[in-house]
Nanobody, 122 residues
Framework: QVQLVESGGGLVQAGDSLRLSCAAS????????MAWFRQAPGKEREFVAA????????VYADSVKGRFTISRDNAKNMVYLQMNSLKPEDTAVYYC???????????????WGQGTQVTVSS
């Protein structure tokens, strides 16, 4: 069992940066692929970024490529999402997830955090 807790969300202006953190407990995340998803009001949860177990491979949604960076620190059981050049359309609740592979599909992740709100004003 893995418990995931996100933090770092907030209200920012367009063009600003935020760094989200995901703290894992219960067991080490070194055996899990990790990912960030987001869900805006009235929309389905969508893939943002994923990182392999070792951190050697990453995948990004086209909408965030070049602006967001996912990283992990297995020694600290932490996953991060650095978000730069934020846009109003990035407004959503951001969720951390743990799974077996770096898939873009929500069904590939078995553990989820409760989310952190990111609001970007224009």
């Amino acid at each position: 069992q893995v418990q995931l807790v996100e933090s770092g969300g907030g209200l920012v202006q367009a063009g600003d940066s935020l760094r989200l953190s995901c703290a894992a407990s219960g067991r080490t995340i070194s055996s899990s692929a990790m990912a960030w998803f987001r869900q805006a009001p009235g929309k389905e949860r969508e893939f943002v970024a994923a990182i392999s177990r070792s951190g050697g491979s990453t995948v990004y949604a086209d909408s965030v490529k070049g602006r967001f960076t996912i990283s992990r620190d297995n020694a600290k059981n932490m996953v991060y999402l650095q978000m730069n050049s934020l846009k109003p359309e990035d407004t959503a609740v951001y969720y951390c997830a743990a799974g077996r592979t770096t898939t873009v599909n929500t069904l590939g992740y078995h553990y989820w955090g409760q989310g952190t709100q990111v609001t970007v004003s224009s």
